[in-house]
C-alpha cells in the first residue's frame, strides 16, 4: 500500500466512524429528542381542548345564570303562571340561548317544566333526560339544588352526549332564596366538536368508550400522535374519549434537518477528501513520487546527469536538492575516477611504450656511436693537410708530390670505406626509427581495448575538454556552444575518449585561427541525433572560423604526419588518433571546408548508449 492509498484509507475510514457517530447521536439522542417534544406539543393541544370544553361549559352556565336570575322567572315558579311560558320559552324566545334542553326544577326536585328543540330547525325533539318527572333520588347535583350552587357537567343522553349545566333560580338581583333549579342541556355535536378542535386549533374526534384506556394515552404511528383523553358523566361513569391526532411536523422536520446534516457531512467528507488528495497529491505525494522514481532511475542505470531541479523551500524542495548535490558529488567522484584510472591507463602504456621504445632505441644508440666513431676516425684533417701542401707548390720534388698524392688516394679510399659504412648505419637507424614509429602506431591502436562508459551532458564534456588545452588555446578560442547540444540531454559514451578528441579539435581550430593572423576566433559546436542501422547516433559539428583546409587536403588532414605546421611543435598525429578513436567507438570522422580562409567543421557520428558502465568495474579498474 502507497502513501496515497494509506492517506486516504485513514481520511475515509475516519469519516465512516464520524457519519457512523452522527446516525448513531440521530438515532439515539435527536430523533427520541423531536418524538418528546411532538409529544409534549401533543398533550399541550390536548390541554386546549380541555381548556375550550371548559369555556363551552363556562359559557352555558353563565347563559343559564343570566336567564335564571330573573324575576318573572322566579315569580312563575311561585305561582306558575302559563303566560310566562308561552311568552318566554317559545322557539323565538329560546333561539339566542342556543340551548336543546330547558328544565325547571323546584327546589324538592319536581320537574315544573321542560322542553327540547331542535337548534337549527326550532322543532321539538326527544331527549330522554328532558322526560323525566321528578329527579333521581341518585342524581348527583340534589346538594347543589338545595344549597344553590350552579353544577356542570355531562350526561349521555338517547341523542348522544349533552352538555348540562345548573343554575339556582333567583330573583333578579342575585339575591333571595333560589326557588329551585335551571337546568340547561346542549348536545355535543360534530359542530359542536368541530368548534371545540378550532378553538383548540387541532383536529377533534370524540369515540365512544370501548376497550380504551381509563387514563390520558398517547399513541403514535409515522405520521401523526394520538392523545385519548376519557371523560366521565355528572355520576362519574365513562362517558366518551375525545381524541386528537396530531401530524408528526416536527419529526418529519426533524428527520429533514438530519438528513440534511447527515448529507452535509457526506458532502464535506467527499470535498475534504478530494482537497486532501489534491493538496498531498501536489505538494507531497508528486514531488515523493518524483524523487523515488529519479532515486530509482539513478541506482538502476547509473545516470549520474540527470537533476530533480526543485524550485521552493520546503522540506520536499529541501530533500530534492541535497540528493541533487549528493548526485553531483557523486558524478564528480566517478569523473574523477574514471580520468585517474585512465591516466593509470596512460601510464601503465607508457611504460609498455617506453619498453619498447628502449628496446629499439638501444640498437638506434650503437649505431649512432658507431657512426659517430667512424666519422670521427675518418681522416678529413690528413687529408685536408695534404691537399694544402700540394696546392701551395712548396713539395717541389717530384717524390714528395707522388707521395702526397698517393697519401690523398689513400685518404680518400678511407673517406669513402667510411662514407659507406655511415650509409648502412643510417639505413639501419632508418629501420629502427620505423620500427618504433610502428611500435607508437601499435600502440595507439590498442591503447582503447577497455571503453569505459559513463552518462553525460554534452555541454558538461565540452567545457572538460576546454578545461585541458593549453591556456593559449582559451585564449585564443571562445566556444559557441549551440542550444541543441544541451537539448540532447543525457547521452552515453567514452566520456574520456570524446573529451580528448574535442581537445585536439579545440587546439587545432585555435591553430587555424592563428594562422590567419588573428589573436581570437570562435568554434561553434553543435550536436544532433538521429537513428541508423537501428541504433542512435550523436552528429557533433565544430565549425571554426580559421584559415580553412584546401579542397585537396580535407581527406589527408586524417594521415598519420600530415600537418602544415612547424615540424618542430607539431607532429601531424592528432587528427589520425581521432580518426583511429572514433572508429574504434564505431563510428567515423570528416571535415568540411570550402577553401583556404574560409574556417573548417568537423563532423563526428558516434554510436550512443550501447552499454551503461557496470559499478563493480568501475571499482575493479580503480
Ligand atoms: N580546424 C582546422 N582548420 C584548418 N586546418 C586544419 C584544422 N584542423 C586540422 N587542420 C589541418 O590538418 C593537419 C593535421 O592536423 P593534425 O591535428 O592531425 O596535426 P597537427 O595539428 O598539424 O599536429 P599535431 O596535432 O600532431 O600537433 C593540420 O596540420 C592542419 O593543416
Ligand atoms: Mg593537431
Same mark, same amino acid.
Given at each position: 500500500m502507497n502513501i496515497r492509498q494509506k492517506v486516504v484509507a485513514i481520511v475515509a475510514a475516519l469519516f465512516v466512524v464520524l457519519i457512523a457517530l452522527e446516525i448513531f447521536v440521530q438515532e439515539r439522542v435527536l430523533m427520541p429528542s423531536f418524538a418528546e417534544l411532538e409529544r409534549s406539543d401533543a398533550q399541550t393541544s390536548m390541554t386546549r381542548v380541555q381548556l375550550a370544553l371548559n369555556r363551552t361549559l363556562d359559557g352555558l352556565e353563565s347563559i343559564a345564570n343570566d336567564w335564571s336570575d330573573w324575576g318573572e322567572l322566579y315569580q312563575f315558579m311561585q305561582d306558575r303562571n302559563s303566560a310566562f311560558i308561552t311568552t318566554y320559552t317559545s322557539v323565538s324566545a329560546m333561539a339566542?340561548?342556543?340551548?336543546n334542553m330547558l328544565m325547571l326544577l323546584d327546589i324538592n326536585g319536581n320537574v315544573v317544566f321542560s322542553s327540547a328543540r331542535d337548534l337549527e330547525s326550532g322543532n321539538p325533539i326527544d331527549i330522554d333526560f328532558a322526560g323525566q318527572k321528578v329527579l333521581a333520588? /341518585?342524581?348527583?347535583w340534589r346538594t347543589n339544588l338545595s344549597a344553590g350552587q350552579p353544577a356542570q357537567g355531562l350526561v349521555r343522553t338517547n341523542l348522544g352526549v349533552m352538555m348540562l349545566v345548573a343554575v339556582p333560580i333567583l /330573583?333578579?338581583?342575585?339575591?333571595?332564596?333560589?326557588?329551585g333549579m335551571a337546568l340547561m342541556g346542549r348536545l355535543f355535536s360534530s359542530k359542536q366538536l368541530d368548534t371545540i378542535g378550532v378553538q383548540a386549533q387541532v383536529p377533534l374526534f370524540m369515540s365512544d368508550v370501548?376497550?380504551?384506556?381509563s387514563h390520558e394515552e398517547i399513541s403514535e404511528t409515522d405520521t401523526a400522535t394520538t392523545v385519548y383523553r376519557p371523560y366521565d358523566d355528572i355520576y362519574g361513569r365513562p362517558l366518551m374519549y375525545l381524541h386528537i391526532e396530531v401530524p408528526r411536523n416536527i419529526t418529519a422536520r426533524g428527520h429533514i434537518a438530519v438528513n440534511y446534516s447527515l448529507w452535509y457531512l457526506v458532502g464535506a467528507a467527499i470535498t475534504v477528501l478530494i482537497l486532501l488528495l489534491v493538496t498531498l497529491n501536489r505538494l507531497i505525494l508528486s514531488p515523493i513520487a518524483r524523487v523515488t522514481r529519479h532515486a530509482v532511475a539513478v541506482g538502476e542505470?547509473? /545516470?549520474?546527469?540527470?537533476?530533480?531541479?526543485f524550485r521552493g523551500t520546503d522540506e520536499i524542495s529541501r530533500l530534492a536538492g541535497e540528493f541533487d548535490r549528493m548526485v553531483e558529488s557523486v558524478a564528480q567522484s566517478r569523473r574523477q575516477l574514471v580520468d585517474q584510472s585512465y591516466q593509470a591507463g596512460f601510464a601503465e602504456l607508457a611504460k609498455g611504450v617506453m619498453h619498447n621504445l628502449g628496446n629499439a632505441m638501444t640498437p638506434l644508440g650503437v649505431r649512432l656511436s658507431v657512426l659517430s666513431g667512424r666519422v670521427a676516425n675518418a681522416p678529413l684533417a690528413d687529408i685536408e693537410w695534404a691537399a694544402a701542401e700540394f696546392e701551395s707548390?712548396?713539395?717541389?720534388e717530384v717524390e714528395r708530390r707522388a707521395d702526397l698524392v698517393n697519401f690523398i688516394r689513400l685518404g680518400c679510399r678511407e673517406l669513402a670505406a667510411t662514407l659507406l659504412g655511415a650509409k648502412g648505419d643510417i639505413a639501419a637507424m632508418e629501420r629502427q626509427t620505423s620500427i618504433i614509429a610502428a611500435t607508437l602506431a601499435d600502440q595507439l591502436v590498442n591503447t582503447r581495448n577497455e571503453a569505459v562508459l559513463e552518462s553525460v551532458r554534452l555541454p558538461d564534456v565540452v567545457s572538460q575538454a576546454l578545461d585541458i588545452v593549453p591556456d593559449t588555446c582559451r585564449q585564443t578560442i571562445v566556444i559557441d556552444a549551440d542550444e541543441s547540444l544541451r537539448a540532447v540531454g543525457s547521452i552515453t559514451v567514452e566520456r574520456t575518449v570524446l573529451r580528448l578528441i574535442l581537445q585536439n579539435l579545440i587546439i587545432n581550430a585555435a591553430d587555424a585561427v592563428r594562422a590567419t593572423g588573428r589573436d581570437k576566433g570562435a568554434l561553434h559546436i553543435a550536436a544532433e541525433i538521429f537513428r541508423e542501422d537501428d541504433s542512435e547516433q550523436l552528429h557533433l559539428e565544430c565549425r571554426d572560423n580559421g584559415i580553412g583546409i584546401e579542397a585537396q587536403n580535407l581527406q589527408r588532414?586524417?594521415?598519420?604526419?600530415?600537418?602544415?605546421?612547424?615540424r618542430e611543435t607539431n607532429h601531424g598525429i592528432g587528427l589520425h588518433w581521432c580518426a583511429n578513436a572514433i572508429h574504434s567507438m564505431g563510428g567515423r570522422i570528416w571535415a568540411v571546408s570550402e577553401?583556404?580562409?574560409r574556417g573548417a567543421s568537423m563532423h563526428l557520428v558516434l554510436p550512443i548508449g550501447k552499454r551503461q558502465i557496470p559499478a563493480e568495474r568501475l571499482e575493479m579498474e580503480t
Open positions: 339566542p340561548l342556543k340551548v333520588h /341518585d342524581f348527583p /330573583d333578579g338581583t342575585g339575591a333571595g332564596r333560589p326557588r370501548g376497550n380504551t384506556p542505470r547509473g /545516470d549520474l546527469t540527470a537533476r530533480l531541479n707548390g712548396a713539395a717541389d588532414v586524417f594521415e598519420k604526419g600530415f600537418s602544415t605546421k612547424s577553401g583556404a580562409g
